[in-house]
């Protein structure tokens, strides 16, 4: 079974970290340059996917090490393939008034592409996979929500 997994965070204005490109040597070619396997995080998870146990990692990686930097907050199982995702976000059109919501900022945000430091997710089905597409609602600068989907 094909797992999506998500992360969101949220950053607010003056605590948000600008992400850094990491040198080669500290990326994911390492282990695959010295002919080994980069092993499987610890502190694994087993959760209920639709009936099925899955075993994930409940964080991602940024240097595919067990050191987490997001934690997962959603799973699709399945079919759902991150680009679909993507699409049907970016269909939304921020109008949530009739969910009560107001029609104002952050409230009304649309989703767009993301540029942010890559990460990778582990589940025992695929091992390390490395984040497929990264959203944004809302704006570096003022207040946004992160999406990564791995």
């Known amino acids: 079974m094909r797992l999506t997994l998500v992360t969101l965070s949220l950053a607010a204005l003056g605590t948000a970290v600008p992400a850094h490109a ?3 040597e500290d990326g ?16 694994l ?21 067990d050191r987490p930097s997001d ?3 959603l799973v699709f199982a399945g079919e759902a393939d991150p680009r679909q ?4 976000l ?6 949530r008034t009739a969910i009560g919501l107001p029609d ?3 409230f009304n945000c649309t989703w767009s592409d993301a540029i942010g430091r890559q990460q990778a997710a582990w589940a025992e089905a695929e091992g390390w996979q490395g984040s497929a597409v990264q959203l944004q609602c809302g704006a570096y600068d003022t207040l946004r929500v992160h999406l990564r989907m791995v």
């Open 28 to 43: 994911p070619a390492r282990g695959a340059r010295e002919g080994r396997t980069v092993p499987a995080p610890e502190a």
């Open 90 to 95: 970016f269909a939304l059109d921020g109008n």
């Open 104 to 106: 104002v900022f952050p």
């Open 45 to 65: 998870v087993s959760i209920d996917v639709g009936g099925h146990a899955q075993t994930v990692w409940p964080y991602t990686s940024a240097d595919l090490t």
């Open 71 to 73: 934690p997962l907050n």
């Open 85 to 88: 995702i993507r699409a049907a």
């Open 22 to 24: 990491d040198r080669c």
